[in-house]
């Protein structure tokens, strides 16, 4: 029986469009299940979690989460049987739900610390989250925490398509069984060896 975890999409407010670096990586590699929401205009916590929770619960193996903006806040509302079946998450450019009242549902944001392990991804000039936020997420969720200089929300808009860096952080977190493609991308010419910045 394999042990190679299933790859989780959580996309975030609005969903993730093509282009976008969830999508390709969504069609690119195997073993990837990506989160549907009933409504990606108007979400509530309450049913953006029950549908992850689902999701996760749905899979024969752990999963590697892969969550962008306002799905890192959801994961982190996870009960405790979905949380037992992640092996590990990956949280790109978090949002921050108290900015934007739309979001008002998703806070508080939990402030303790994930139980597995969990790579946080920020820029430095993310217009919908403080850099110095998503430090302090990364702290109280126990996060590595990489800091991206200048890329924006870390999407299509800030020119963000096959995104060779998340692609190596997301290699560390799968592991010994390593990510096995369907289909080329676009760009395919990035390392697994990418430095990595890291920030405590």
Known sequence: MSHTPSILIVPGWRDSGPGHWQS?????????????????LAPTRAAWVASIARTILAQPEPVVVVAHSLGCIAVTHLPQA????????????????????????????PSRKLPYRSILVASSNDPFCPIRLAGAYARHWGS???????????NIESGHGPWPLGVALLQSLVGEGGLQTVAPLASDSFSSSIPLQYAV
């Open 144 to 154: 590595e925490f990489v800091r991206v200089p200048d890329a924006g929300h870390i």
């Open 82 to 109: 979905a949380e037992a079946r992640i092996a590990g998450a990956l949280l790109v450019a978090p949002a921050d739900p108290e900015r934007r009242s739309v979001l008002a549902d998703f806070a508080p944001v």
């Open 24 to 40: 390709l990586w969504a069609e690119r590699y195997a073993r990837t299940v990506r989160v549907q929401q009933d409504n990606w």
